[in-house]
């Protein structure tokens, strides 16, 4: 079946502007990740949700960063107030998420670009 | 946290040989996950091996096999007969036995294949 699809897939904002990030999983994946890749600090681990659990918010860098995942598929990422420190690119991943060691799959990223 | 290093930024190999990327990583749990990514320039994460720390046998996929040493924590990517499509960053990733199965990444290597 289709993979992770992210969109749009560049985005280039104005400092102070919100934004948001759209993943749509691989259909059948409770599991859904937002990491964000830097030049400066590789991959971190933003947010995570499984199924109607509460997300894990522990990796989000500030309150600017929020994101929802509506009826256990579609994610939303939304940065407000965006800085030039949160150009980067964002990778949504999806899994089946059991407890196993399931393997993630990654989308294509949306590279943000703050001005 | 746990930390995955990968200490070798920049790797060139001609076509068809062999190139051999290497990754530590630092836990004191007994059960983890273990895997390598690859980035082309596409930007599309794509898996390339995973190893269950419980296994002892090395993981292999086609071209690509590991050599995981569980005491040493080291879990080194071997590629065989290189393609030009080989030419990607590659990252590996921790993913403990517990929590939000969130993963844990290297600073990566580029690999690039020489014609």
């Known amino acids: 079946g289709a993979g992770v699809s992210q969109s749009p897939s560049n985005k280039v904002t104005e400092k102070g502007k919100d934004v948001e990030l759209r993943c749509d999983p691989i259909?059948?994946?409770?599991?859904l990740y937002w990491y964000r890749q830097s030049l400066g600090q590789g991959l971190e681990f933003l947010i995570y949700?499984?199924?109607?659990?509460?997300?894990?918010k522990s990796g989000l860098p500030s309150d600017r960063f929020s994101a929802e995942r509506t009826g256990g598929s579609v994610s939303t990422l939304t940065i407000q107030r965006t800085q030039q420190e949160d150009s980067a690119v964002y990778l949504c991943a999806s899994s089946f998420g059991t407890v196993n060691g399931d393997t993630q799959y990654f989308g294509p990223g949306t590279r943000l670009t703050v001005l | 946290a746990q930390t995955v290093t990968q200490s070798q930024p920049e790797m060139s190999v001609q076509e068809a040989e062999t190139v051999t990327l290497s990754c530590t990583y630092d836990?004191?749990?007994?059960?983890?996950?273990l895997f390598w990514y690859k980035q082309p320039p596409s930007r599309q994460m794509i898996l390339v091996i995973r190893?269950?720390?419980?296994?002892?046998q090395n993981a292999t996929e086609n071209r690509f096999s590991v050599n995981f040493q569980k005491a040493a924590k080291s879990f080194s990517l071997k590629i065989s007969d290189s393609q030009l499509g080989d030419t990607a960053m590659y990252f590996c990733a921790f993913r403990p036995p517990y929590g939000n199965n969130r993963l844990a990444f290297g600073k990566g290597n580029q690999v690039v294949v020489i014609p």
């Open positions: 836990t004191s749990e007994n059960n983890y996950y």
């Open positions: 259909s059948g994946h409770t599991a």
């Open positions: 190893q269950e720390a419980y296994k002892q």
């Open positions: 949700f499984q199924g109607n659990s509460a997300p894990d």
